[in-house]
């Protein structure tokens, strides 16, 4: 309405700069405004007032909404998958409640399982979260269902929901999206991976390639062919230069490794040492650095000055050197199988310093048979190896080497993917209740590996000191609600 | 009593109290568990030696807990009380033991007390002295602010971002001291303008036209419809007791409640139940206030219908109302509201000749559907007409999700430019926003 425009420009003026002029078609507005402005009685200031209360009023009554035939909304397409129960809905609420979202992945998990979708209501609130946590999303975007399809194109934040091809996304997506592709599709095949790095590298820049090379870095030691890589060591970046070093250093046959491992064959050997006054002799792994010591290993990264006092300098070459030979080529060389040699380096002091090289080559190879012998026979718990093995194998380890390293076994029985025993959940419930104040979130992050069946034990535990009860009852009466919420969960997608 | 668990949980004062409630909503965690007429009473084990001493004052939904807990109610309270409405039957007990009978006599001595206080006679002399003081005061107050609007209009509103909000806190605290509360909440809707964004000008002027009316309203009171005079009155601060409006007739209906809106405003939490009678076709507006943990007398839940005797604060366009008795919770029928905004315009027309004061009205408008144009989410009707949401509409997801490009029944509140959904309708399933 032109009359209200004249007022809001007036208005931010002001009166003392531009006194009100203003001349309404409407004849009748227009006769009450030019009362208004003959009133001496009052001053410019209230006038102005006046007649903005009369036309804000005026427009405000001959009120008329907007009409578009053009503006729109695409319909959303039909569900071709049924929405979860009332049940399920009402424990998703439950669950968006919980701290630390606590089930919120296994509801996805199972309603995903049972080809289920989520009803319309709460898709906004769970599109948000998967946007804040991207592990989140690939789960929902399984059971957002047509609807929820169709909400993300209305929602920027939302976009992750589109697939856009895998060619797209390497030619034109931003680094952060073609580092994720590239990781995806080395988890599936590291050669791909490659071929598709290689089409690009020459236009990359020093950063993104060293991102790339990142990427990749999970599944790098089953790559067969290492010419490509074995190639990009000219590369000017020092940056990327080290992180091709850092990617052949864990493939077994990379040259890198390879000569690694020539340096120390031709420094280690089995030899018969005599004991008692030469009456009997025995076995002892001998380990003295070769002096055909080629100078190029040294422009890979191994350094040549100890920087611990428990190696000399050559010692502390074959330490590294240990570090970045796969194990396995240790059994070949001397013929013997991976326990007997643990045994080796467990008894013999003089190589005992060395275990923990086999302990990083055997984490950086992947070598399962040697994360068994080290964890089985050492005294000490290498908690960094039992990811290699199986979650039945680390908890048979777990529950043999549980006294003293209740910590570390705890945290890393968090990331097994099964449910733990029953006989596994009483060592936690006992070190929960023995340690009630220290629990913090690990009912939290302990929870889900907690089956229900353990509901039936947990009252058998109690801590040592009676000042500690009330907590401990509080902790308690925590997990068994919420192993009662994840078992109505589990049982509403029964 | 007929609550459902969905508004017990409602009462709840955060997640956490509701979480810890829903856990002690179980028998076995309950020592003794009893039931009459007047009162719910039970004992749960805590931590302490001696279990806590929960009871529940039928009548009034008043709470009491012997447990330390500072929020209220508490979680063995919300327990109890859900226990009780999912299984009446746990609650054997029906003789309240010594320390319910003492809080029953407690409570019953103070209601004693309060009737005794009403019956004492009135003192109109002081009465109308203190109305007179009070009047003072707003005069002299609306005399400040009318002499800032003034200064404002003089030097123009073109330096209003420059000169930021601070005057406006300041005048809305002087408000407070001249007992012109009302006035003091317009000023601090004025405060929260965004300077920085698209027709603030607009915005703000409209608000200072709506302090400059009503201040010329009250200035002017011999010479303005009486009813006019009330929403005048009710705009600066002025209140009418619920007790003298209890005494009017009022009009009994099923009311829906077709939206609530809460609103934090320091540490008073101000919830808006707007009703609409499904007999009468009238709207209404329920308005509680009440500071941080301290728990509303009335729940109305969203979505429900509750048959009820209401009484509206006189108004030229009457829509604040109190409830002056509750009979039970009914079946929620289908609501009957405006086919498109043509008929929502012409309502807000007829109206705006008796109401020149800016108020929030609500309506109920079928099949209308949204959609984005120019930057803006619209509603729009079977006609191709179309009214804006707020730009800040922060359920707006959801209304698009429960949509799905087709249009919907909806329940709205605005000023006539601007309606903001509360509530939506899908497959007769009611979703507040």
């Given amino acids: 309405m032109q009359e209200w425009n004249v007022i809001v420009q007036n208005a931010l003026v002001g009166t003392q700069k531009m006194p009100l002029t203003i001349h309404a078609t409407d004849s009748l507005l227009n006769n009450a405004i030019e009362t208004i402005q003959l009133n001496t009685s009052i001053d410019d200031e209230e006038r102005f007032l006046q007649v903005a209360a009369l036309v804000h009023q005026y427009q405000l009554s001959g009120l008329q909404f907007y009409t578009n035939q053009e503006a729109n909304l695409p319909i959303a397409e039909k569900e071709t998958l049924q929405y979860c129960s009332a049940t399920a809905q009402q424990l998703l609420a439950d669950t968006l409640l919980e701290k630390h979202d606590v089930f919120f992945n296994l509801w996805l998990q199972l309603c995903s399982t049972k080809q289920q979708i989520v009803a319309p209501h709460v898709l906004p609130q769970i599109l948000q979260k998967a946007a804040q946590h991207k592990s989140y999303q690939p789960l929902v975007i399984e059971c957002m269902g047509k609807r929820g399809e169709w909400l993300c194109k209305l929602n920027t934040e939302w976009q992750f929901a589109f697939s856009i091809a895998d060619e797209e996304v390497w030619q034109t997506g931003t680094q952060t999206q073609r580092k994720k592709l590239l990781q995806q599709i080395s988890n599936q095949n590291i050669d791909q991976a490659i071929d598709m790095l290689q089409q690009t590298w020459s236009q990359e820049n020093a950063g993104a390639k060293t991102a790339f090379l990142e990427a990749i870095e999970e599944n790098i030691h089953s790559l067969k062919n290492t010419s490509w890589l074995e190639g990009i060591l000219i590369e000017k970046s020092i940056q990327v230069k080290n992180k091709a070093i850092h990617l052949l250093k864990k493939i077994p046959t990379s040259s890198i490794v390879l000569q690694y491992a020539s340096v120390l064959q031709q420094s280690i050997s089995l030899k018969k040492e005599k004991i008692l006054l030469g009456l009997s002799s025995k076995q002892v792994i001998e380990i003295q650095l070769t002096n055909n010591l080629p100078a190029s290993i040294f422009s890979t990264g191994i350094q040549q000055l100890s920087n611990s006092k428990e190696f000399t300098d050559e010692a502390y070459i074959i330490y590294q050197l240990l570090q970045h030979t796969p194990p396995s080529y240790l059994e070949e060389w001397l013929q013997l199988n991976a326990d007997t040699i643990i045994q080796f380096f467990i008894q013999q002091k003089n190589i005992q310093p060395y275990l923990s090289a086999l302990v990083k080559s055997t984490l950086q190879f992947n070598n399962v048979a040697w994360a068994n012998a080290i964890i089985q026979q050492s005294q000490v718990l290498y908690i960094q190896l039992m990811p290699l093995l199986s979650q039945q194998q680390q908890e048979i380890y777990s529950k043999q080497l549980y006294k003293g390293n209740e910590f570390a076994i705890i945290e890393n029985a968090y990331h097994w993917k099964q449910e733990w025993s029953v006989e596994f959940t009483s060592l936690f419930f006992q070190f929960v209740a023995e340690n009630p104040n220290i629990h913090g979130n690990y009912i939290y992050k302990a929870i889900t590996n907690i089956p229900y069946a353990s509901i039936e034990i947990i009252h058998q535990f109690s801590p040592k000191n009676e000042y500690e009860l009330g907590v401990w009852q509080q902790t308690k009466e925590e997990i068994i609600r919420l192993l009662q919420l994840k078992q109505n969960i589990i049982q509403s997608f029964q | 009593m007929q609550f459902s668990e969905e508004q017990i949980w409602a009462l709840a004062p955060d997640e956490a109290s509701k979480k810890a409630g829903k856990d002690l909503a179980h028998p076995e965690k309950w ?121 404002v209009v003089k030097n123009g509103i073109v330096s209003m971002p420059e000169n930021g909000t601070s005057i406006l806190h300041h005048l809305a605290k002087r408000m407070v001291d001249a007992k012109s509360q009302g006035l003091a909440s317009i000023l601090k809707k004025m405060a929260v303008i965004d300077y920085y964004s698209e027709g603030w000008e607009e915005k703000f002027l409209s608000q200072l036209i709506h302090l400059y009316l009503t201040i010329s309203g009250f200035k002017n009171k011999t010479h303005i419809n009486e009813l006019l005079l009330e929403d005048v009155r009710s705009n600066i ?101 405006f086919n498109n905004w043509n008929e929502v315009s012409s309502v807000i027309n007829n109206n705006r000749a008796m109401m020149p004061l800016t108020i929030e009205i609500p309506f109920i408008i079928h099949q209308v559907l949204p959609v984005f144009y120019q930057n803006t989410w619209w509603l729009k009707d079977e006609t191709h007409t179309m009214v804006r949401m707020p730009n800040n509409f922060t359920a707006l997801y959801t209304l698009l999700a429960i949509s799905g490009g087709q249009a919907i029944d909806v329940s709205v509140v605005g000023n006539g430019d601007i309606f903001q959904p509360i509530g939506v309708w899908l497959h007769h399933q009611f979703f507040s926003l």
Avoid at chain 2, 79 to 102: C, Y
Avoid at chain 2, 122 to 132: H, I, M, N, P, S
Wanted: proline share 5%.
């Fill in chain 2, 31 to 151: 020592i003794s568990k009893g039931a009459n007429d007047v009162a719910i009473w039970g004992e749960c084990k805590g931590s302490g030696s001696k279990p806590y001493e929960t009871q529940i004052h039928v009548e009034t939904i008043t709470f009491k807990c012997s447990c330390p807990s500072r929020k209220f109610p508490c979680k063995h309270s919300i327990g109890l009380l859900v226990l009780f409405v999912k299984n009446k039957s746990f609650f054997t007990d029906l003789h309240p033991p010594k320390w319910v009978t003492d809080w029953l006599n407690k409570k019953a001595e103070q209601t004693t007390k309060k009737v005794e206080q009403k019956d004492k006679p009135v003192d109109e002399f002081a009465q109308a002295k203190r109305l007179q003081a009070r009047e003072q005061l707003v005069e002299n107050g609306i005399d400040e602010l009318l002499l800032w609007i003034k200064d």
């Fill in chain 2, 237 to 337: 601060g002025f209140t009418i007791a619920q007790e003298q409006l209890k005494t009017k007739q009022g009009i009994t209906d099923n009311w829906m409640v077709i939206g609530k809106q809460t609103i934090h405003d320091d540490d008073m939490v101000i919830e808006k139940n707007w009703l609409y009678g499904c007999s009468t076709k009238q709207y209404a507006l329920i308005i509680q206030f009440s500071v941080r943990w301290q728990i509303n007398s009335l729940l109305l839940m969203p979505g429900s219908c509750v048959h009820a005797t209401l009484v509206y604060y006189p108004s030229a366009w009457p829509l604040r109302a109190i409830i002056k008795e509750q009979f039970a919770l009914v079946e929620t029928p289908k609501p009957i509201g």
